[in-house]
């Protein structure tokens, strides 16, 4: 070790953590090589759950890839469709209506409570305690519940289309989200009173994993990992998307880029997206959620039964796709775990030519060499929990 | 950004008396046990599945496939085999026939309508491409079998009435009653009790 001149140095022992070991969030597979108790170096093999997502777009109609945009972060699958649609739309040059855009806001952000507590929880689960994580679930069942409501599935929205969304806010919904809004702030400040005064808490993540500011950059972090270390980067508020320019709301930053911090800003992000809820919900317009694009975007049910135009778009569209122009676009939106890109290239077939995915776990995942290395074995778990990595995006 | 959240918990380095008292008296552990403590007197939330309760999906839920009759008993599948080019994933299988018997809304229905649940993603874009409203994905959820051949299902039986009325809104745990078959283990929904967890 560097600093451990009075340590024994004893020979160097490489363990194996993973892929099944229960605190890794998953099939992370990690290759520690540890002096004694602490860490030289640590080496994340990935590749488990690979199932080749971008060589199946390149096989797919552009509207049939957005079901295996859920499998990537499978604890948010609405950022992802919407990541994934909005590239498509950049492509295709299709404005959303107003309603559509604001549906999407409410979406993604009750998406974004979720995939916190489930990191939290899981976090406090990894760390020995078991209560929030059944606190944490409470809630999370609470916005599966509106998911359900919305679009019929629990976990694997497929919600978001190219020019929209698959249907409106159903009746009800409205009024449950807002319930939903005012009850959550109450129940944040019982994870904090769980955990965020706790000295073990606090023992196990302050100082823990480490990594400045530059370091942060330098890496490529995106998300809570970067702003954990005080750097103020948040696409939603750095380069506005659908209408996120018209909310009030924080970035939360740290200071010391510790695990801590880390877990701070997430407590913090799950209040502001409570407060984006709530202010959408009050400035949502009526209207159209579809775009009135009929070469890209399917016409809504009702027409296609009585307006024979709309029937023939209608089969053209399901049975053919649409043919975009020729060309490249990358486009980014700030997906729970961080910045979540698709780069798509067209070479004017109805199939991508090829398409990229800037999947933000496995930029984060990289980070883990720099935080865990001088540290403690038990201090990985608390290293990979601050990270947040989900496999299905890492793999991809 | 101070003003957000970092100042509440910056007061490491400097340990006032109050502070030290606190840590003596094991308050931080003692506010988390009064939180967990307070819930031993509120309402459980857990449900009782599936010995005595069963949850109703939503309307809009995304289960087991149905197809469906008009008003007039007649089938709404036409055989356009949308459903079949829409699939991303190619589980399901239309194979189309003329009928002048009137069975169908039109001269044409369905002769095979197939689809294995082993490769459906229940990502609902069959729904979407159907014409005619016949194909929806219902409510059925329980879909475990002792067989593979138990998974892929036929239009035969999906197109029989579905045990929770389309109607009926959803959302809710009603009391069930568990039923052990030879070939799959079911739970019988009794919709007329019903309660909402939130």
Known sequence: MENGNRDLITREVTLNMGPQHPSTHGVMHLILHMQGEKIVKAEPDIGFLHRG?????ENLLYSQFVPYTDRLDYLSSMTNNLGYVMAVEKLLNIEVPERGKYIRVITSELSRISSHLLAVGAWGLDLGAITIVLYAFREREMILDLFEMLCGARLTYNYMKIGGVRGDLPPGFIEKCKEFVNIFPKRVDEYEGLLTGNRIWLRRNKGIGVVTAEDAINLGLTGPSLRGSGVNWDIRKDEPYLVYDRFDFKVATGENGDCFDRYI?????????ARIIEQALQQIPDGPVNADVPEFVLPPKEDVMTKMESLIHHFKLISHGFKPPKGEVYSSIEAPKGELGFYIISDGSERPFRVKIRAPSFVNLQGIDHMSKGAYFADVVAVISSLDPVFGEVDK | ??????????????????????????????QGLFITFNYTFTKTITERYPDDEKWIPYKRFRGLHTLNRNKEGKELCVGCELCQKSCPTQCITVIPMEDKTGKGIADRIAYR???????????????????????????????????????????EELIKPQPIPVEFEGGVIVRATLEKGDKEIKVKPDLSVQKRWW
């Open chain 2, 1 to 30: 950004m101070n003003e957000l959240s970092t100042d509440n918990h910056k007061n490491s380095s400097s340990l006032s008396i109050k502070d030290l008292l606190k840590k003596v008296f094991f308050i931080d552990l003692i």
């Open chain 1, 265 to 273: 800003v997430r407590v913090e992000e799950m209040r502001q997206a």
């Open chain 2, 113 to 155: 309508w197939e689809i294995n649940l082993l490769r459906c993603m229940f990502c609902g874009l069959c729904e979407d491409a159907c014409p005619t409203e016949a194909l929806k994905l219902g409510r059925e959820y329980e879909l475990a079998s002792f067989s593979m051949q138990r998974q892929i299902r036929s239009k």
């Open chain 1, 53 to 57: 997502m971008e060589k199946i777009a």
